[in-house]
């Protein structure tokens, strides 16, 4: 089982931006998409980005496509969410998952197909 831990999270001002980072340990990390979800408190949690195992494709969901970008690392087992036009909507805790099945050619914003949750790290963005 892997080891997810995100990073990065913050208070951060309407209309600034925010890198928040994975990183994972204990799996082959460069064999597995990965990708973000969020939560707001009192609000299920919804799909941010995905971006497969070697990062030549991604995907958002549309009120964060153009604001967010997703990227990867897989010389150092780490993903990035660079966050940016931030909305005090956008406030919630960023959680990033690993695919459970290797080498998928097109990433998915189903939460089901991920397994190994983080922890994750909470954004804030202020008014």
């Known amino acids: 089982q892997a080891q997810v831990v995100e990073s990065g999270g913050g208070l951060v001002q309407a209309g600034g931006s925010l890198k928040i980072s994975c990183t994972v340990s204990g799996s082959r990390f460069d064999v597995f998409a990965m990708a973000w979800f969020r939560q707001a408190p009192g609000k299920e949690r919804e799909p941010v980005s995905c971006?497969?195992?070697?990062?030549?494709?991604?995907d958002y969901t549309d009120s964060m496509r153009g604001r967010f970008t997703i990227s990867r690392d897989n010389a150092k087992n780490v993903a990035f969410l660079q966050m940016s036009s931030l909305r005090p909507d956008d406030t919630a805790m960023y959680y990033c998952?690993?695919?459970?099945?290797?080498?998928?050619?097109?990433?998915?914003?189903?939460?089901?197909?991920?397994?190994?949750w983080g922890q994750g790290t909470q954004v804030t963005v202020s008014s």
């Open positions: 998952a690993l695919d459970r099945s290797p080498w998928r050619v097109d990433c998915t914003l189903r939460a089901s197909d991920y397994v190994d």
């Open positions: 971006i497969t195992y070697n990062g030549q494709s991604t």
